[in-house]
C-alpha cells in the first residue's frame, strides 16, 4: 500500500499485491477522512490511518491475511484495529509515532555495529505488537503483529572503508517486508513503459486514462499468471496484449470480411499436397469455401464424381465459384457440407 502524487494534482492510495496487481484504491480529495465517510464500527484513527480502513474493507477477516504498509500509514492505532480483524500487519514507521518509545534512539544506535537490532514487545489496547530498531544505512524502525526478528538472516550491502560487498545481519520481518513490499512500484513501473499520453487540463480525463493503464495491468497480470500455470511457452508481452486488446476494441460491431487476394504459400501447399493428379479440379481453400459469396449450383450436361471426401457418388450439380460437382439432392446435400465444414 503507497500513496503516490501526480504532476495533475492528486493523490491516490493503493492496495497492492507484491506482483503488482491493483486490488482496490481511493483518490484523495480532502475529505475521505472525515468521519462521515467511515462506517459505524470504524473508529477515527487519525487522517494516514483512516485511508488504509476504506481500502481493507474488502479483505476477509480472520484468514491470516497479512498487510504491508510504508512509514507514511503506520501506527499503533492501526495496527491494534487490523489485528482485532484477524488482518496482521508490517510496516516502516515512524519513531516519534511510537509513544513512550523504548528503541534506541538515532545518537544510541549510530554507535553500535550496522546490522544490530533490537527488539520490544508491547500490548496496545489488548493486541501484542512488537518493534524492532535495526541499524542498516540509518535507524529503520518497524512494527509488526505476526512475524519476528528470529530467525535473523543477511543481507548484502556495499561497505565504504573495504569497498566491497559486505553481508550484515538483518531480521527475519525485514526480509519479509522487502519480499512483500513494492507492489505499488511495480505497477507504477509497468503502467509508465506504455502510458496512455493525453494532453488536456481537465483532471477527470487523466483519471479516466489512468484507470484505463490500471485495468490492462491488471488484466495482463491475470493472463500472464493462468498462462504460467498452463505452462503456455508463448506469453504475450504486455505491449502485445495492449496492442491486442485495441484490435479487438476496434473490431467490435464490424462484420468478418473474407480475405481477398492470392492464398498464401500454407495454403497453397496444402492444396497441392491433396492433389492426387494433374486432371483433378482445383480445390478452393477452405476461407474461400466458408465466405458465404456467389456459392451458386449450376447444372451442367457432364457428370463428375462428387468432391466431397467422404462421397463416392457422381453428381451434374457444379459450383459457380469453387468450380467443383457436389452432390445436391433428397438424399445427399455435400454441397452445404462442403461450404460449412
Not at 126 to 142: H, Y
Not at 192 to 198: L, N, Q
Not at 248 to 263: A, D
Amino acid at each position: 500500500m503507497s500513496a503516490k502524487p501526480h504532476k495533475w494534482g492528486y493523490k491516490r492510495f493503493v492496495l497492492c499485491r507484491a506482483s503488482g496487481f491493483s486490488y482496490n484504491f481511493e483518490v484523495y480529495s480532502g475529505s475521505e477522512n472525515q468521519p462521515k465517510f467511515r462506517s459505524f464500527d470504524e473508529p477515527d484513527l487519525g487522517a494516514t490511518s483512516n485511508t488504509v480502513v476504506p481500502l481493507c474493507r474488502a479483505v476477509p477477516s480472520n484468514l491470516n491475511h497479512m498487510v504491508y504498509l510504508d512509514n507514511y500509514y503506520t501506527s499503533l492505532s492501526l495496527m491494534s484495529f487490523l489485528a482485532a480483524r484477524g488482518i496482521f500487519a508490517l510496516g516502516i514507521v515512524r519513531r516519534n509515532r511510537i509513544p513512550n518509545c523504548k528503541l534506541p534512539s538515532d545518537d544510541q544506535i549510530k554507535k553500535e555495529n550496522r546490522g544490530t537490532s533490537s527488539e520490544y514487545i508491547c500490548s496496545f489496547d489488548g493486541v501484542e505488537v512488537t518493534s524492532v530498531a535495526w541499524k542498516d544505512n540509518k535507524n529503520v524502525c518497524l512494527l509488526y503483529t505476526f512475524a519476528g526478528e528470529l530467525p535473523k538472516g543477511s543481507v548484502k550491502r556495499f561497505d565504504k572503508k573495504e569497498k566491497k560487498s559486505v553481508e550484515i545481519q538483518c531480521p527475519n520481518l525485514v526480509l519479509e517486508y522487502n519480499k512483500h513490499m513494492g507492489g505499488i512500484d511495480l505497477m507504477e513501473g509497468l503502467i509508465g513503459r506504455y502510458k496512455i499520453i493525453m494532453r488536456t487540463r481537465k483532471w477527470y480525463m487523466r483519471l479516466f486514462y489512468h484507470l484505463l493503464d490500471v485495468i490492462l495491468v491488471n488484466a495482463w497480470l491475470l493472463y500472464r499468471s493462468v498462462a504460467v500455470q498452463k505452462n503456455q511457452t508463448e506469453i504475450l508481452k504486455l505491449a502485445e496484449f495492449r496492442a491486442e486488446i485495441a484490435d479487438c476494441l476496434c473490431r467490435i460491431g464490424t462484420k468478418p470480411t473474407s480475405k481477398g487476394g492470392r492464398p498464401s504459400d500454407v495454403e497453397i501447399k496444402i492444396v497441392q499436397e491433396k492433389k492426387r493428379s494433374t486432371t483433378t479440379p482445383y480445390i478452393q481453400p477452405k476461407d474461400v469455401r466458408m465466405d458465404g459469396r456467389s456459392h451458386w449450383p449450376l447444372y451442367t450436361k457432364t457428370r463428375q464424381r462428387c468432391k466431397f471426401p467422404t462421397c463416392k457418388y457422381c453428381s451434374q450439380i457444379k459450383c459457380a465459384k469453387c468450380g467443383v460437382y457436389l452432390c445436391l439432392n433428397k438424399n445427399n446435400n455435400c454441397f452445404m457440407k462442403f461450404h460449412t465444414n
